[in-house]
């Protein structure tokens, strides 16, 4: 089922959804958004992408089995609730930069919190998928 | 200390690296260990002699009260002694009975995490700590009954074992953690002096029935006794040294250390006294008919345990006495016998009792330990145990009320218990020896040294028992909180009623030796009355149980998605829609909803179009679409109504399953016309139902006054404290990050359990 419009559409829609994605994981924190929805958005990027293109398509272009993801983001949620710890605040306190960054905005700690989550839901949707999709 | 117990763990670690290197006389060396903590042990004798107390702390888990806390005194030191002398003989004898076994190494494992967690049982001064080691115990005993694994009747009655004893852990840790909210301490040097508190409590009761249950279990009473006569399926040395000398005696160990706490009742002397009366008449009835050597030794070994409970329960001073004499001698001759079985086992390949005559002519050593630890058994003067059944009739006819009746108990017992004596350590031994026995021969010094030396142990200490009373058996009663002044062994106590009474068991046991021979047909009689026996009816509660739960499994469990959704959906339907109907005031106002405005109109109407889609559509990708154009329509509402985190959440997850969808149905057959009539009739109304509930639940929430107290406490501080402006974001990764945490590892999970699933799936049909 290789349907020209779709793949076509599908190589331009993936980096824009991706970039997408990131700006909804970006704004979480003051406009509706955040790093689940992102994550979600960003693994229908990859799925569109692999309905249009076949599995194996996607899966070179991620280099990695998508369940590397998960770990990856479980670390970088933990060490962001880990940090404080060191120190001396209670495991998860959010701590913040003193000056805004350009484009992004005032940045703390839950970012990278979020960051994880992202990371992880991207991962834990596409294992399932593509597994699935794999194995069916 | 602490490395005296943890010894015996690593060795087995290491024996289980190193096991397949165990060849030869290897196995010795491991003996090397039971032999030095003997001597570590012993090395205790005089300074606990003299009336002292070892202590040794070590904090673990100070803020749950576990600590590794250790004392020696009489009675564990006695035990200790036990474990490791008893334990250094079964090393040695196990080195020649199970040479050249490919598990040996792994035979060797097992026997040292025994022994280590035996000796924690017996010196941990710490509930707690006791009953980890107490669960260990039962769980070595479990590997070590199964230790044939290959053999369907080994794990079945290690599987029996270890439900009984393990069952019977949990009664005896609900029990101790009684003991230690009632008291608030899990010391039990501390305990020492709580014994009024415990005994004035009005749960006292329950205390009891649960650590009696935990020590009947163990040390198999009646009517939980049936495990022990399976647990013969063992190795021999094993039975020797757990099912008779050391581990059934952790339920002694147990009731006699908790005597000065808890004892003195009588609730726990009657108890006690009926239990171990019934048990020891009822076993030693029950020996006499068995034909197998281990049998017999199995049905007395309760038996004998049945007596030390029986006299435990009598609690004075001349029956305390007597109990600590007769946990030595019943470890000295009841592991010889076991021993000496063994070796007529391994070397005639059979332990029926009728078959087996003139051994004697072909291995004298084991029939010596045989004949003395029967003598033993028996009770025949110069020997220790001549003294300790003195010692408990002594006890019995000083008990005061009800003296006449145990004393008969006791002296039917011990008459029923010298004939099974007779039967396993003389009759094999005497006689003609039959043609096929004739090319036996005595096996290696391993075998047949540890059994002799136990039997002249048993005569030395009945020489001179005065070697024992003051160094071991006076700590002992110290332990247990008896008077222990003018404690004194003696040969000859002078002619009085305890030795006519003496011998009368012994006359009596040798007229019934002489008179009732072993046979098939007494088996096959007492076996008719089976169907009544405590085993059957566990049996048949295990049956039975296993039976339900698998009906039960087959209906609840039968692999349909569509069941288990109409179960759950059932279910909540009636529990929710019985609470509404018989709890709630449904009431409904009119006037406090809002009118519909145009887009909602529109959507909703989009959506009615779309369920009646699914649900008469006759493709299935017509269905799954209609299904994700309810959820669209459902995000659609969100917005309206001000949550557009959600409707994101929402809009995205619903494209996904969608996606999901079509992945797996497209690979399905087409739609097929599977379900009759009447099935859609009731999923029609199941799903009706259930909506009409969630509207009603809906429409009652809106009566309720809102408290809104957290949502203010919630969107007044987002950005105070959490800078952040969009509330719901704040509270997933600030407020309430953890759950977060928590949630997406859940999801790591979820998506390891559908790869592996199917990853294996697919990798066992190629």
């Known amino acids: 089922m290789k349907i020209i419009l779709l793949k076509t559409a599908a190589n331009y829609l993936l980096p824009l959804l991706l970039l997408f994605s990131v700006f909804i994981l970006l704004r979480g924190h003051y406009e509706p958004g955040g790093g689940f929805v992102g994550g979600l958005i960003a693994s229908i990027a990859f799925i569109l992408h692999s309905l249009a293109n076949g599995l194996d398509k996607t899966q070179e272009l991620l280099k990695y089995p998508p369940f590397f993801f998960i770990p990856i983001g479980l670390s970088i949620a933990i060490a962001s609730g880990l940090v404080p710890l060191f120190l001396g605040h209670p495991f998860m306190t959010v701590l913040w930069f003193e000056d805004p960054l350009p484009v992004i905005g005032l940045v703390g700690s839950a970012l990278f919190f979020d960051i994880g989550v992202y990371v992880v839901v991207i991962g834990v949707t596409l294992t399932i998928l593509f597994t699935i999709s794999e194995n069916i | ?117 035996m000796l924690g049982l017996v010196l941990s001064d710490n509930l707690l700590l006791l009953f980890i080691f107490w669960e260990l115990t039962a769980i070595s005993s479990f590997f070590l009954i199964g230790f044939n694994n290959d053999n369907t009747a080994s794990r079945k009655s290690s599987l029996l074992a270890w439900a009984i004893t393990g069952g019977g852990g949990f009664f005896l840790m609900a029990g101790f953690i009684l003991m230690g909210s009632i008291t608030g301490t899990y010391s039990i040097q501390e305990m020492l002096s709580s014994g009024e508190l415990l005994k004035a409590n009005s749960l006292y009761g329950l205390m009891l029935f649960l650590v009696f249950v935990g020590a009947f279990t163990k040390s198999a009473q009646f009517p939980f006794h049936f495990w022990l006569p399976g647990a013969m399926k063992a190795p021999t040395p094993v039975s020797a040294y757990l099912h008779s000398a050391t581990m059934v005696k952790a339920g002694i160990y147990l009731i006699a250390r908790f005597t000065p706490i808890l004892g003195n009742h009588p609730y726990w002397n009657n108890t006690l006294m009926i239990v171990g009366g019934v048990t020891m008449l009822y076993a030693a009835f029950h020996s006499i008919f068995r034909i197998d050597l281990k049998g017999i030794l199995a049905y007395s070994t309760i038996s004998a345990l049945g007596i030390l409970f029986f006299l435990l329960g009598i609690g004075t001073q001349e029956a305390l006495i007597a109990a600590s004499v007769f946990v030595l001698v019943h470890a000295f001759y009841k592991a010889g016998l076991f021993l000496t079985v063994g070796v007529i086992d391994h070397e005639t390949g059979t332990r029926n009792v009728t078959t087996l005559a003139g051994l004697r002519k072909v ?42 009746i145990l004393t008969s108990l006791a002296i039917l017992t011990n008459i029923f218990l010298s004939y099974s004596g007779y039967l396993v350590g003389i009759k094999p031994f005497i006689g003609k020896l039959p043609d096929q026995l004739k090319d036996v021969h005595l096996p290696s010094g391993f075998m047949w040294l540890p059994p002799l030396f136990l039997g002249f142990c048993g005569l030395i200490f009945g020489f001179f028992p005065s070697l024992l009373d003051k160094s071991l058996i006076d700590p002992v009663l110290n332990a247990l909180g008896a008077n222990s002044n003018n404690t004194a062994l003696q040969i000859w106590h002078g002619l009085n009623l305890v030795l006519l009474l003496s011998a009368i068991t012994i006359v009596c046991g040798i007229m019934l030796y002489l008179i009732l021979k072993p046979s098939e047909q007494k088996l096959k009689m007492i076996n008719r009355l089976d169907f009544i026996s405590p085993h059957s009816i566990f049996n048949f509660l295990a049956r039975s149980t296993k039976n339900t739960a698998l009906r039960v499994t087959q209906f609840m ?191 790591t999970i979820a998506a390891i359990g559908v790869y592996s699933m199917l990853k294996i799936k697919s990798s066992e049909i190629e």
């Open chain 2, 1 to 117: 200390m602490l490395l005296a117990i943890l010894s015996g763990f690593l060795s087995a670690l290491l024996l289980l690296i190193l096991g397949r290197q165990l060849k030869g006389t290897l196995p010795l060396i491991v003996s090397v260990l039971p032999i030095s903590l003997f001597i570590y042990f012993a090395s205790f004798l005089p300074e606990i002699s003299s009336g002292k107390t070892v202590f040794y702390n070590l904090e673990w888990i100070p803020s749950m009260g576990i600590d590794l806390d250790f004392k020696i005194d009489g009675l564990s030191l006695l035990f200790s002694l036990l474990i490791t002398g008893i334990g250094s003989l079964v090393f040695l004898y196990s080195s020649a009975y199970m040479k050249g076994h490919i598990y040996i190494g792994r035979f060797y494992s097992y026997l040292c995490i025994f022994m280590a967690s």
């Open chain 2, 363 to 404: 291995m004298l050593p084991i029939a010596i330990a045989a004949g003395v630890a029967a003598l033993s058994s028996a009770g025949i003067p110069l020997t220790l145990s001549f003294i300790s059944k003195d010692l408990i009739y002594e006890a019995t006819l000083s008990s005061g009320k009800g003296a006449l």
């Open chain 2, 557 to 747: 469990h039968n692999g349909f998605l569509r069941s288990y959704l109409t179960k759950i959906i059932f279910f909540l339907v009636c529990l929710i829609g019985f609470y509404l109907i018989k709890n709630v005031n449904i009431q409904f106002y009119a006037e406090k909803l809002t009118i519909i405005s145009i887009y909602e109109g529109v959507v909703f109407s989009m959506m009615i179009i779309a369920i009646f889609t699914i649900v008469f559509s006759s493709s299935r990708l017509v269905a799954i679409i209609s299904t994700s154009v309810v959820g669209y329509c459902m995000c659609l509402f969100f917005v309206y109504y001000g949550a557009p985190d959600l409707a994101m959440t929402q809009f995205s997850i619903d494209t996904l399953t969608t996606v999901l969808f079509v992945l797996v149905l497209l690979k399905l057959p087409p739609y097929l016309k599977m379900r009759d009539r009447s099935a859609q009739l009731r999923d029609g109304l199941l799903a009706i139902s259930f909506g009409t509930l969630i509207s009603v639940i809906a429409l009652q929430v809106l009566n309720e006054p809102t408290n809104k107290t957290i949502s203010r406490f919630y969107s007044d501080n987002a950005y105070l404290l959490a800078k952040g402006k969009n509330v719901v974001n704040v509270i997933l990764v600030d407020f309430r990050g953890y759950d977060t945490l928590v949630e997406i590892t859940v999801l």
